[in-house]
């Protein structure tokens, strides 16, 4: 749900058309945080939206609006065309944030198909993770690197989550693709361990070794002891 109400909205973007006001004074009257520049652009977008449409371009129906693929396909091959700006086509069709409209361009670019809109958590929100190869991740790790780290259309590009995209952006950043290899269940050979851990593991083998002694030395007295009965 948005911060600020369709009637805030509405307002300041009369008074901005109207020209009596500063930006910042709009900001001071209607509380708008003290007009940082994220708010700047906020505004211009308030207004742009209220020149398209109106005061009905904030009025929203409940739940977010879904697009199809071929929806999709149609508003990205539109803003392609090169005729208007990510904003303007966001604003056109509807679209909450030319930010989303900006990920399916990424995805189209990517070869990646467009699909239908299905409610569900959010991809950061995501508790499956699903297994993947060294080459997978080197891939998806590459992809991210060079999308100025974009995590969420990362993880939603190749349907694992966030939390694996991140992990494996930082363990590549710390020690390179040797950080991608999966190492669950991996038991290094005596040849791969340092001396210390080689000396660990042959106290493993003496102990397992005396046990198994002491359980021959226990059962052949149990033997002595029945032939004696």
Known sequence: MSKYSAELKIAACRDYLQGELSCQEIFDKY??????????KMLYRWVHKYRSYGENAFIHS????????SEKLKIVEEYLEGQESLEDISIKHGIPS????????????ANRTLKDY??????????????TTIEERKEIVEFCLSHNRDYKTTASLYGVSYSQVYSWVKKYDSTGEKGLEDKRGHHKKDDEVDELEHLRRENKRLKRQLEENDMVVQLLKKVKEFERM
């Open 31 to 40: 509380d708008i945080n003290n007009g940082k520049s994220s708010h700047y």
């Open 62 to 69: 409940r739940g977010n609006r879904c697009y199809s693929a």
């Open 98 to 109: 030319s930010e989303t409209l900006r990920q399916w361009v990424l995805l189209y670019n």
């Open 118 to 131: 299905i409610p569900k958590r959010e991809v950061y929100m995501a508790e499956a993770r699903r297994k």
